[in-house]
């Protein structure tokens, strides 16, 4: 059974790979371990491979793992946030992948705002429009990219999606190919306070499409540690 530290140098080489396919720099693709569900022991071996970066998908489980795992780690929150539990990842992670209203914006700013800093957030977009899946609409998303911009305490630097899942890969290149499209018409706009550098796209089975559309966070969970 491959170890954590194979599949992790696995994974990295696969980046690498589909990076310089396509003429990028390796550096600019960032690997966020998803650690959901696991233990933070796990995390811990992740981070004595050298792993820094993980994603968490519950807020409980984020608030109970990050006291646990004392070593120096960078926490992002990837799954569907509420409102009301905002306050219990303030300050803990250091991204939001999930900004898919207003609303939720408004109490990651006060939350922000109480602590005196600033939280980088990509906003969702459901670009296939599946019922099951969170994100705002392409429709809605200038709209919304413009009023979050207004918060101070809230800083947008990019985009993420969640395709439909395809057996092949290459199914999901379409939607990652938009995103990409959307993030490019809004760093057009120029709108104050957003930085369209970060799209976040990519899971086990599609990130190597992923990084050939432009992905510069990949969200990689069972490739790493298995099968939960």
């Given at each position: ?174 939607y990652f190919r938009e995103l990409r499209r959307l ?46």
């Amino acid at each position: 059974m491959m170890s954590i530290a194979d599949n992790l140098k696995t994974v990295l080489e696969k980046i690498r790979n589909a990076s310089l396919k396509t003429g990028r720099d390796p550096a600019s693709v960032r690997l966020v371990a998803v650690s959901k569900t696991r233990p933070a022991a796990v995390v811990t071996e992740a981070l004595l491979c050298g792993q820094r970066l993980f994603g968490e998908n519950y807020v409980q489980e984020l608030a109970t793992k990050s006291r646990e795992v004392t070593e120096a780690v960078e926490w992002h929150f990837i799954g569907h946030l509420q409102s009301n539990k905002v306050r219990q990842i303030a300050g803990v992670v250091t991204m939001i992948h999930s900004v898919d209203r207003l609303s939720l914006a408004e109490e990651i700013d006060r939350q922000w705002g109480r602590l005196g800093q600033v939280c980088d957030a990509l906003i969702e977009v459901n670009i296939a429009g599946e019922a099951t899946k969170s994100g705002t609409t392409a429709t809605e998303l200038f709209d919304l990219v413009r009023r979050v911009a207004l918060l101070p305490h809230i800083r947008i630097v990019g985009l993420m999606t969640m395709p439909p899942f395809f057996a092949d890969p290459e199914g999901a290149r379409p939607y990652f190919r938009e995103l990409r499209r959307l993030a490019e018409g809004i760093a057009a706009e120029n709108i104050p306070n957003v930085r369209m550098t970060e799209l976040s796209m990519g899971m086990s089975g599609d990130f190597e499409a992923a990084v050939a559309e432009g992905a510069t966070l990949v969200r990689v969970g069972t490739a790493i540690f298995g099968e939960r």
